[in-house]
């Protein structure tokens, strides 16, 4: 009996930990959008995949978190003219999150732009 409710314990114990880990990292899940009259939108699922627009152009894919940092990897997307349209979003690399705040980075980190999770 002893042994058993150790045992439950410990298995407790470890579930709270992984789980308040999970917690500590940045979340990439979910809708994002930009500001402005063509309004880039981004939304990622827990299993990485994502789609998105930069207001005329769709992109669609499956990135992977490591180290807090998102890698969009290879994705598909649209190469429409679209006149007054920013097109930035199509040329993301990696993103990373600070609170509601997701700052996209080409290939070579530079920072293309930002978008704000929806509510």
């Known amino acids: 009996m002893r042994r058993a409710l150790l045992t439950a314990?410990?298995?407790s114990a470890a579930a709270v930990l992984a789980l308040s880990g999970c917690a500590a990292g940045p979340s990439f899940t979910g809708s994002w959008k930009g500001s402005g009259e063509h309004a880039p939108t981004?939304?990622?699922t827990e299993d990485g995949a994502f789609n998105g627009s930069d207001g005329?152009?769709?992109m669609v894919g499956a990135g992977t978190v490591d180290a807090g940092t998102f890698d969009f990897g290879r994705y598909a997307t649209t190469r429409k003219f679209c006149e007054g349209?920013?097109?930035?979003l199509s040329l993301a690399g990696t993103a990373t999150v600070d609170g509601n705040t997701l700052t996209v980075l080409d290939r070579d980190g530079g920072e293309l732009g930002t978008l704000t999770r929806a509510k």
């Open 85 to 88: 349209v920013d097109t930035w």
């Open 56 to 58: 005329c152009n769709t």
């Open 42 to 44: 981004l939304e990622i």
């Open 9 to 11: 314990a410990t298995v």
